[in-house]
């Protein structure tokens, strides 16, 4: 079993940054995806971005040069660093991890961006 647990979460003005971090436990492979979803009220849960132990990485175009996707396997930690937050990223953050054709998830953490 994985367990995985968000932190970093908050509130926010347009134009500035938070860092989101998840720490991952259990059986970690070390070979494996990790990565952040989010979702808002009302919508789907949309990726946000990954990594793989390789360090490759994708983003969602909308937020692609504005939040970057970190990892370190030593610890079985990943990170998000969002910056120039707008409103329209308010939403409930979910880490995960996809290994062994399963993917886990965290419990999510909430972003909040006032205008």
């Known amino acids: 079993q994985v367990q995985l647990v968000e932190s970093g979460g908050g509130l926010v003005q347009a134009g500035g940054s938070l860092r989101l971090s998840c720490a991952a436990s259990?059986?970690?492979?070390?070979?494996?995806?990790m990565g952040w979803y989010r979702q808002a009220p009302g919508e789907q849960r949309d990726l946000v971005a990954r990594i793989t132990s390789g360090g490759y990485t994708n983003y969602a175009d909308s937020v692609k040069g504005r939040f970057t996707i970190s990892r370190d396997s030593a610890k079985n930690m990943v990170y998000l660093q969002m910056n120039m937050l707008k409103p329209e990223d308010t939403a409930v953050y979910y880490c995960?991890?996809?290994?062994?054709?399963?993917?886990?998830w965290g419990p999510g953490t909430q972003v909040t961006v006032s205008s």
């Open positions: 259990g059986s970690i492979f070390r070979s494996n995806t």
């Open positions: 995960y991890v996809d290994q062994s054709l399963r993917r886990y």
